[in-house]
């Protein structure tokens, strides 16, 4: 077996977790236990830590994951801060927040979004200038995260901004989120600090936030739901 070194591999129904072929490294989909955090997900659509992802030597991949409980998210910051739009044509079918405490418990952006896709042509037009095609052939969307969603982002705040550092990302601009404030204005995020905030009130303390109009431009943060995935 010239050239070939096989580690984490056991004979029989064990799964090769990382195979070497000379100094290229394959990795299988079994390779990681996925738990709460931030990861790589490969073109595979495989998730790695950044500390494998940068040992492998960085391959290609579709973007940074923030993955907390049932909901996985997917940051493509290869589209940061290239498309911006506003909101006024995104209707009014999503629950209204006039304050932080309750737009936390708005976790449904792909939802909010609805209208939207529909009714948006500019965000249509975003939209599908981004999809992804999953491993079943399936179109999948960007849309515009919801409060809670980039609540989840601030909830690993080091630690994804260790992962947009790795990756090149010179960072973001503030952007919007599909959380009313009411019929008129919408959440937006300015920063997600660089701290990981494990409770409610830490989040919004470390997460800078204001209402903004529907009318105003900001830049879109392309995320995709990958939680029926």
Known sequence: MTNIDIKNAYVGTTEVKAMY????????????????????????????????????????????AIIYGDKKLLLDYK?????????????TDMP???SDTDA????????????????S??????????????????????HVLS???AAILQRFGNDLNTAIVEVGCKGYSPFWTSTRVNNEEFWRIELIDQVNANTSEGILQAMVHYT????DMLYFLPIFDLSNQ
């Open 21 to 64: 072929l000379g100094s290229t490294k394959v990795w299988s989909k079994e390779q990681v236990e996925v738990t709460d955090g931030v990861y790589i997900m490969l073109n595979d659509w495989s998730f790695v830590t950044v500390d494998q992802w940068k040992n492998a030597n960085k391959p290609d991949n579709l973007g940074i």
């Open 212 to 215: 903004t109009s529907q009318e």
């Open 96 to 98: 209204i927040a006039s």
């Open 147 to 149: 409060f809670g969603e």
């Open 104 to 119: 936390l418990k708005d976790l449904n952006g792909f939802q909010n979004c609805t209208y939207a896709f529909a009714n």
């Open 121 to 142: 042509p500019s965000f249509q037009e975003i939209a599908i200038s981004l999809k992804l095609t999953t491993p079943n052939n399936e179109d999948l969307f960007p």
């Open 79 to 91: 589209n940061i801060d290239q498309y911006n739009l506003r909101l006024y044509d995104f209707g």
